[in-house]
């Protein structure tokens, strides 16, 4: 089945870093949906992607569908310390697919 | 406000003992979903639904069963729990299903013994 790699599993930055993060896969997507996830919570939608290349920005966040429609990428600008959380990546085509999440820690 | 509810927010209980985790959400929205999240492993739907009485198996379906009988609740049910049951459960909503961004609910943490 369709399988979704995002990377990197963690990371550990001091505030006011920026971060980037991705997910891969070997299979065509029609949507990317980045979503974070707060301890204790569930996800919740960052940002939606529709179009191949599309580049969108949230605030700090900013994320793109690849052109291949394979990929897609979040960047967090200037990290503050209420970043903190697990980020995760879905693709659709004929079902959503979650990539495994990125858990994000920060130092102040 | 617009929200997924699900009940309960814990749940312990012991292999064998049927249980049901309740979902309701109050936006209208036509496909709901149940997934499961475990370390390591990310999301992983359970059953799906796109409309009032259609239901469809998701990834890890064994053990599980689901109805829709309103538009609103999406009940999932455990008819006999097994300890490898024991996870993170997420109920979740959407306007049309994969092209339209999901509405999660905040969580059923089981534990089965």
């Known amino acids: 089945g369709q399988q979704l790699n995002q990377s990197p599993q963690s990371m550990f930055i001091q505030e006011g870093e920026d971060v980037s993060m991705n997910c891969t896969s070997s299979?065509?997507?029609?949507?990317w949906l980045w979503y974070k996830q707060d301890p204790g919570e569930g996800p919740v939608l960052l940002i939606a992607?529709?179009?191949?290349?599309e580049l969108t920005s949230n605030g700090r966040l900013t994320a793109q569908f690849g052109i291949t429609r394979k990929d897609s990428f979040l960047n967090i600008s200037a990290s503050i310390p209420s970043d903190v959380g697990i980020y995760f990546c879905?693709?659709?085509?004929?079902?959503?697919?979650f990539g495994q999440g990125t858990r994000l820690t920060i130092n102040p | 406000e617009a929200q997924v509810t699900q009940n309960p927010r814990y749940l312990i209980t012991v292999t064998g003992k049927k249980l049901t985790v309740t979902c309701s959400q109050n936006?209208?929205?036509?496909?709901m979903s149940w997934y499961r999240q475990d370390p390591g492993l990310g999301l992983r739907q359970i059953y799906y639904?796109?409309?009032?009485?259609?239901?469809d198996k998701g990834d890890v379906p064994e053990g599980y069963k689901v109805s829709r009988k309103e538009k609103r609740n999406f009940p999932l049910i455990l008819e006999s729990p097994s300890p490898n049951q024991t996870s993170l459960y997420f109920c979740?909503?959407?306007?049309?299903?994969?092209?339209?961004?999901?509405?999660f609910g905040n969580g059923t943490r089981l534990t089965v013994t």
């Open positions: 992607l529709y179009k191949a290349g």
């Open positions: 299979s065509i997507f029609n949507t």
């Open positions: 879905a693709g659709g085509a004929q079902k959503l697919v």
């Open positions: 639904s796109m409309n009032v009485e259609v239901t």
């Open positions: 979740a909503s959407s306007l049309e299903g994969v092209g339209s961004p999901l509405h």
């Open positions: 936006m209208n929205h036509e496909y």
